[in-house]
């Protein structure tokens, strides 16, 4: 997949942002967690160092970020950090939830509210298609919708359900 610039394209996931990689199931880092080096522009893929090991290269479609500070919707009090995504069921996390809960729970992606400043990429859209596969930063959060307002470089702001981005 080609990666579409809402934002410049080096600067959709910062250096340093931990996260986890997909691929085949042949891959040696498919599911392993690693931290982002850098953008390669000429290429259009990521650089991730994995923990432990050695650098890959990955298309931005193969990775997610662990992104901190996660709420689930209608729930502020179970918020935490996305520590590992399930490679089994596809669409479920595991998050970090507060002390008074379980201390990790599987939860499906689409139910987790993520920070304001979170980098994202769009995914699904049916209507407004030309967006698929651009990035953006979350601005904020509608509770009253349950949809994501995500801003591009370019300056145009998308109203997302949380089923149209992947952090």
């Known amino acids: 997949m080609t990666t579409a610039s809402c934002l410049p394209a080096d600067a959709s996931i910062p250096a340093g942002t931990r996260v986890q990689v997909f691929g085949k199931p042949t891959d040696p880092w498919n599911g392993q967690l690693g931290a982002i080096v850098e953008f390669q522009t000429s290429s259009g893929v990521f650089v991730v160092q994995i923990e432990g090991g050695s650098e890959v290269q990955v298309p931005p479609d193969a990775i997610r970020q662990l992104v901190a500070n996660v709420t689930v919707a209608g729930d502020d009090a ?3 950090d996305i520590v590992r995504y399930s490679t089994n069921v596809p669409g479920m996390v595991l998050a970090e939830v507060c002390p008074q809960r379980e201390p990790s729970f599987f939860i499906e992606t689409d139910q987790l509210v993520v920070p304001v400043g979170t980098s994202v990429r769009i995914v699904g859209l049916k209507k407004s298609v030309e967006h698929n596969g651009k ?31 992947v952090a």
């Open 135 to 165: 990035w953006g930063h979350v601005t904020g959060y509608d509770a009253k919708t349950g949809r994501m307002r995500v801003k591009c470089s370019e300056g145009t702001v998308l109203s997302l359900k949380r089923s149209n981005y």
């Open 78 to 80: 179970a918020a935490g």
